[in-house]
């Protein structure tokens, strides 16, 4: 078997058959930082009034080894009703994906659109448990689609870039 380090480092020495297609896997996720405040307990059980629930999302992918990166979906949520704050959840959730063979121009679209999509689910049972084991209703969020979300980010930094230039679309 040849060393793939070892040799010329060119593409032509590579054996007839060698795997040039694009791959991508999910090598692990985890909790990167879980925060979770009820700081008016216990008067916030008593409370009647349904608290106003605020969410943001951030969306960060770094590169951490050759062909691997790391993309941290954070969540922070805040529950505020008239009385003071119910509580305050802050979640960053990461996935370490591996990339191989990938168009240069699909990484970041999979890394800030599908990757986000493919640890969501987990990030949101952890954000619900957190929240039930507060001793409030587990907070369900609802799906997100990251994939529009990129598209329009993408859209208005090159509105904001062209800024009056004539810009094609592909």
Known sequence: MADE?????????LPNGAD??????????YVKDLSFENPNA??????QEQPQIDVQFN???????DDVHEVVLK??????????????????????FGMR?????????????EAPRLVFPFARRVL?????????PPLLLEPIDFGA?????????????????TVGHA
């Open 5 to 13: 380090e070892g040799g010329t480092g060119t593409h032509e020495a």
């Open 20 to 29: 040039t297609t694009p791959q991508i896997g999910l090598i692990s996720q």
């Open 42 to 47: 216990p008067a916030v059980y008593q409370w």
């Open 59 to 65: 969306i960060g992918a770094t590169p951490v080894a």
């Open 75 to 96: 969540i922070d949520i805040k529950a505020q009703g008239a009385n003071g704050v119910a509580f305050l959840a802050e979640l960053a959730y990461a996935g370490l």
């Open 101 to 113: 063979n990938v168009p240069v121009e699909q990484v970041q679209p999979f890394l800030l659109a």
């Open 128 to 136: 619900a448990d957190a929240i039930r084991d507060g001793g409030f």
């Open 149 to 165: 979300l990129y598209m329009q980010q993408a859209e208005a930094a090159q509105a904001q870039q062209g800024d009056g230039e």
